[in-house]
Structures are given as structure tokens and as C-alpha cells.
């Protein structure tokens, strides 16, 4: 990879935001701690060397000390910081890396609430389009300025009224003169299949915790780079508007690819046999390695 993105486990925005950037420059999104560059992180930068490093998120985000500790693995690589001085801004300043194409089309998200944005932020990264942060009951300036300044025909939302009210979805599309969407359904896991039916059947997809954010956010950066979905999941059993939506992903493959993201505690036995019986043969579905939720490293 030229470049990789770099943002902390411990909270959400910064990574979700950071999802459609590292998918455009087509380098890894990587996660760290606050204050320690976990072992898996370092061994990635160390194995691929990138010649400039992206950080997203503020110093009590990702450390000055992290920051100094990937330098030294990464002797010749540019490191820069995008960080603003809350979720929004850093979110609107991330966003505004993104190259878009002619039929640009924008995400926006709650800032106040993981799972909406997560399910988001996937398909965000597939169509190459900024994710931008909202409040429930308004836009926030820094949101605000980065659409007024944007060309997009559409733009996408995910959450009910509660979580993004129709003045707050209205106005953010209005800012481009675009048509909203908005993908809400009655419940998290509603939502996360409304969101979904807009990926096409390619045989994959990953199923993560819609409990709590952690397994979830290291689903984001393979998502990215291969394209699939995230699916969330009850812990037992797999919501059935998710499952209608995991086996039209995955019909008709004769090797689908199914990764399961997080232990039992996160998603039970039940899960794995429930999207193990998806498959045409007796061959077991891949676990994603998730010991460790803040080590796990995108390839």
C-alpha cells in the first residue's frame, strides 16, 4: 500500500468516517489504541511500508506517542493528521478528501449512535462517497459548510426520525439541491437490511454484533476493501429481515463467503450454524479472527 489510514478502536466516528478514504486511496484502514499501537497494527505498517500515513482523529484519539511509534516503523513515510476539533468536524474534513464522480452521491449519519453509521459507512466505501455526521435535531456547521461546498445528486441517510429528524435529512440534501433517501427501518437490524438491498449479489458478506460497536468497527475496513456489506446480528438468533437479505447475497454461490466477526459472547453458536446452513456443502464458514477486536488489522 502508498498509504494507510489509522484510527483509534476505542470510539466509532473517526473509523467510520475514515472507511470511504482508505477504500478510494485502496490502502488499509487500521486500528489502534489511544496511547499503544497494538502489535497487529505495527506488524502491518512495518510489513507494508506505506509511503504516507493518514491519521484521523484528534491527539486523546490516536497519541502523539502512536504517532511517533509509527514514524519509527515507517522511517520514510509521511504521516499526517486529519482532526478537527469534534466527531463533525473531522468527519466533514475527512470527507472532503474524497474524490467524488460525476453522480456523486453523500451519506449521512448519526454521530450519537454506532450501529446506523457503521451499516452506512460500508456502503459509503463501495460507492466511493463521503460519510458526514449529524445530530439528531440539526446539522452541525462544520457538516453544514462541507455539503454547502459539495456537488451531490443524492444523498442517503440511515436511522428513523429519532436518530435523524426528516429537518435534518431535508436540509442537508437541500444543501446540494439533491434528493434524499433515507433507509430507517423499525430497528437496528431493520435498518442495517434496508441498507443491504443496496448491495448487489456478489457472494460475500460479513455478520458483526449490532450490541456494541468494537467487533463491528473492525468489520468496516475489510468491508471496504472487498466490497461487502456488514450484516448486523442479534447475538441468537440472526434477525430474519438481516437473514433474507445475507441469502440473497449469497444464493446461488457455490463458495459463498461468509465472515462471521467476533466470538460466542458477540454472536452465538446459533448465528454460525444458522448462516453455516446457507451453504451448498458441509464446508465450515470462516470465523473472522476477532480475539482482540482492537488488534484486529484489515489486510
Not at 454506532?114 to 458526514?132: H, I, K, Q, Y
Not at 435535531?137 to 445528486?153: K, V
Amino acid at each position: 500500500a502508498t498509504l494507510g489510514v489509522v484510527a483509534t478502536s476505542q470510539d466509532y466516528p473517526d473509523a467510520l468516517s475514515a472507511a470511504p478514504l482508505a477504500d478510494q486511496e485502496s490502502g488499509p484502514l487500521l486500528l489502534t489504541r489511544p496511547t499503544h499501537l497494538p502489535a497487529a497494527t505495527a506488524g502491518e505498517l512495518t510489513r507494508l511500508q506505506p509511503t504516507s500515513i493518514i491519521v484521523v482523529g484528534g491527539t486523546s484519539s490516536v497519541g502523539a506517542g502512536v504517532v511517533d511509534d509509527m514514524q519509527d516503523l515507517v522511517p520514510g513515510a509521511t504521516v499526517t493528521r486529519i482532526a478537527g476539533p469534534d466527531r463533525y468536524a473531522t468527519a466533514a474534513l475527512v470527507a472532503a478528501e474524497i474524490t467524488q464522480d460525476s453522480t456523486a452521491q453523500v451519506y449521512l449519519a448519526t454521530g450519537e449512535g454506532f450501529p446506523d453509521a457503521l451499516v452506512l459507512s460500508a456502503l459509503a466505501a463501495r460507492e466511493n462517497g463521503p460519510l458526514v455526521l449529524a445530530k439528531a435535531d440539526r446539522l452541525p456547521l462544520a457538516t453544514q459548510a462541507f455539503l454547502g461546498a459539495a456537488t451531490f445528486d443524492d444523498l442517503y441517510a440511515a436511522g428513523g426520525t429519532t436518530v435523524l429528524s426528516d429537518d435534518v435529512v431535508n436540509d442537508a440534501a437541500a444543501l446540494g439541491a439533491a434528493t434524499a433517501t433515507r433507509f430507517a427501518g423499525a430497528d437496528r437490524y431493520e435498518t442495517a437490511a434496508l441498507v443491504l438491498a443496496e448491495f448487489p449479489a456478489e457472494g460475500k458478506v460479513m455478520v458483526a454484533t449490532g450490541e456494541e460497536f468494537a467487533d463491528a468497527l473492525t468489520a468496516v475496513p475489510v468491508a471496504g476493501r472487498t466490497g461487502a456489506g456488514i450484516a448486523l446480528s442479534r447475538t441468537d438468533p440472526v434477525p430474519g429481515s438481516v437473514m433474507t437479505e445475507v441469502e440473497r447475497l449469497t444464493g446461488g454461490f457455490g463458495s459463498p463467503l461468509v465472515s462471521i466477526v467476533g466470538g460466542e459472547a458477540a454472536l452465538s453458536s446459533n448465528v454460525y450454524d444458522q448462516l453455516l446452513a446457507l451453504f451448498p456443502t458441509t464446508a465450515p464458514a470462516e470465523p473472522a479472527e476477532t480475539a482482540d477486536p482492537a488488534e484486529t488489522v484489515a489486510d
